[in-house]
């Protein structure tokens, strides 16, 4: 699935099921919420502290399919074409940090 059909798919998701969109600043709370959740997961389960029983059947991809939902619906409400955005971002990154991480001694060996 291509990001421009993700979009599309949120959308039309939001449409038929979800009636509107939450406003931006509720939006913007669940996406700290679901951020939260796949903390709870990460830092538990690859983490130092150990796992509760109840937390030992969640899965991650769900959680992380939550974030990207509520990311997606935030880009559509705000005109975000998220393609064009990714790759903006990465020939940034690509331009900023060409010869940064490759020289980072702290990173050599960890490949």
Avoid: P
Avoid at 25 to 30: C, D, E, G, Q, S
Avoid at 52 to 75: M, P, Q, R, W
Wanted: hydrophobic share 35%.
């Amino acid at each position: 699935m291509q990001i421009k059909e993700a979009q599309q798919l949120v959308d039309d998701w939001i449409k038929n099921y979800g009636v509107r969109y939450f406003n931006e600043l509720t939006n913007l709370a669940v996406l700290t919420e679901e951020v939260g959740e796949v903390a709870r997961i990460i830092a538990r389960r690859y983490g130092e502290q150990s796992e509760k029983e109840s937390d030992k059947e969640k899965d991650l991809g769900d959680e992380f399919a939550d974030v990207l939902f509520v990311l997606i619906c935030l880009a559509n409400q705000t005109g975000v074409d998220l393609t064009e955005a990714l790759q903006k971002n990465l020939d940034k990154k690509t331009g900023r940090d060409f010869h940064r991480h490759i020289e980072n001694d702290k990173l050599k060996g960890k490949r």
